[in-house]
């Protein structure tokens, strides 16, 4: 009897330890726990206990203590699943080990990123006065750069699975690179209009809120019903209209960043959102490919679904649009017409060159990025859900290596960061060419991120270095006109050559390395002022 009443409070005690475990998290989170430094400590003692444990014995030493003393009592009431599992099985809610432990470290993770945010929260005034933002917000933009992350995990996973989709229903891949690229088409023809548009709404919620709140649910439907779409008009359909909401809402949705920050903090606030929307990125391409690997074409869309209407409920909710707008006193992007009349007149060689080298290293690598999944599962075999996985080791060195590549910059000046980084590709990309198994793309796939990082950060600044008489508006326009062009014209040419060497996806690389080789050409004839 002694040992059945011991082993009922096992489990009581253990039932306390997990509310307070999942409880722990939501009060870190909120603050409270940060500013009890004792609890604090005791609760990550008691963490570091259990998942300690945990690793040593693969089990919980509760659940191993109360298992013991049911077996004095009687050997057949004793279980061999985890204790959560068990007795929330008997109370009718089926649930596996595996689902409990998952939950598990998703809440160990946020309980160590909520602790660190509190921590780098609480240092920030002091890192805050040293960058030159005494009053940053790091909050706001924590919580606006998570909402545009969470806008932009859409894409990857569309990037990824749509050439799939459409490849299975027999199309070319001229046809197949065309609609990736709507995106391009619609963002060049309707984000100016719905951006000017923006700016002149007046409701009760905001100038830019209405059309986040038009552009989601309509991304979000039809994201969703692209894996449902049977016949290759239905998919194309549901392409477009994913296009279009986006469009709605993407041009408005940056135009925040200049609502909520005065001019002298936009820079690292977008600095912050970038880093965010890249590590977004990656987690898209991982996330997406083992939910395709589980659950099937359907459940990487559902998921970004998901996601956009949960960043759209966010951004509702907790973010607010200034009444009284920061001053405009920046330099604002010219238009198209603009910027070419000004070239125009200056006649500066250098920025022509440069101007090339940005069309075509975006040539190359836009490509590459249309067709990656496909060359995957064409040429080497490899399954969507694990070619996800791989292809997030690019965007993670993307990440990782942004802010070292302007630090390199600073160092060793931005021009010959950036021609090492086109010269590596060129090599990488021939060595694509001869690839042959999953181990050796990796080979691939790491060193090209780190290259991609060297030159994509630093391109924008020596595009302003070539002409620094010219409005950095000016630059900047000509700069996002170079890329879009490149962007529609990059992946259909590739997609072209594929098709005229028989579906021979190996292609791509040979293409990239061309135009890889043509940037590094170009750069070289840049002279910087």
């Known amino acids: 009897m002694l040992y059945q009443w011991l082993a009922n409070l096992v489990v009581v005690v253990h039932a306390l330890l997990v509310l307070g475990f999942v409880a722990g998290v ?93 921590h780098l929260r609480a240092g920030w005034t002091r890192w805050a006065v040293l960058l030159g933002v005494p009053d940053f917000p790091l909050g706001r933009t924590l919580l606006l750069g998570g909402c545009f992350m969470g806008m932009g995990m859409t894409m990857p996973i569309f990037n990824h ?21 709507w995106d391009n088409y619609i963002n060049m023809f309707v984000q100016p209009v719905v951006g000017t548009l ?12 209405p059309w986040v709140l038009t552009g989601s649910p309509i991304a979000a439907t039809a994201f969703l019903l692209v894996p449902l779409m049977a016949t290759p008009g239905g998919v194309m359909l549901t392409i477009f209209l994913t296009n279009l ?98 070239v125009w007149r200056v006649r500066n060689l250098s920025l022509l060159w440069m101007l090339l080298a940005i069309l075509c290293w975006f040539m190359g690598f836009t490509a590459l990025e249309a067709l990656l999944s496909l060359y995957g599962k064409q040429v080497l075999g490899i399954s969507p859900d694990q070619m996800g996985r791989l292809v997030s080791l690019l965007a993670f060195m993307v990440v990782l290596f942004a802010v070292p590549s302007g630090w390199l910059a600073t160092r060793f000046g931005r021009k010959r960061v950036i021609g090492v980084g086109v010269v590596g590709l060129v090599g990488l990309l021939l060595y694509g060419f001869f690839v042959q198994s999953p181990l050796m793309l990796v080979g691939f796939l790491i060193p090209a991120g780190i290259c991609w990082a060297l030159i994509n950060v630093n391109a924008l600044p020596t595009l302003y ?42 292609i791509v690389f040979l293409y990239g390395a061309c135009f890889m080789g043509l940037a590094a050409l170009c750069l070289h004839q840049v002279r910087s002022e």
């Open 161 to 181: 699975f749509v050439p799939i989709f459409l490849k299975e229903m027999a199309l070319p891949a001229v046809l197949i690179t065309f609609v990736l690229t």
């Open 198 to 209: 923006s700016d002149r709404t007046r409701t009760r919620i905001g100038r830019r809120k």
């Open 245 to 342: 909401g986006m469009a709605l809402f993407r041009s408005p949705g940056v135009a925040l960043i200049g609502d909520l920050y005065p001019s002298r903090q936009r820079s690292f606030a977008n600095g912050i959102i970038n880093l965010m929307v890249g590590l977004g990125a990656g987690l898209a391409y991982y996330l997406g490919g083992t939910l395709y690997g589980l659950y099937g074409r359907e459940a990487p869309f559902l998921f970004g679904s998901a996601i956009m209407l949960l960043t759209l409920g966010v951004i509702l909710l907790f973010v607010s649009e200034p009444a009284r707008l920061p001053g405009c006193d920046e330099e604002r992007e010219a238009g198209l017409r603009e910027s070419l009349m000004v």
């Open 465 to 506: 270095d070539t002409a620094p008489q010219l409005r950095a508006g000016v630059l900047t326009g000509l700069y996002y006109f170079a890329s879009n062009l490149a962007a529609v014209a990059g992946p259909q040419l590739a997609g072209l050559l594929v098709d005229l060497s028989g579906d021979n996806y190996r």
């Open 26 to 118: 939501g009060l870190i989170w909120a603050g409270w726990l940060h500013r009890r430094r004792g609890l604090q400590i005791l609760f990550w003692l008691l963490m570091a206990l259990g998942w300690g444990s945990f690793l040593i014995w693969r089990d919980c030493p509760l659940t191993l203590l109360e298992n013991f003393l049911r077996a004095q009592v009687d050997p057949a009431s004793t279980y061999a699943t985890g204790c959560i599992t068990h007795y929330l099985t008997q109370l009718g809610i089926p649930i596996t080990d595996r689902w409990v432990n998952r939950a598990g470290l998703v809440l160990l993770l946020l309980a160590i990123v909520g602790t660190l945010y509190w």
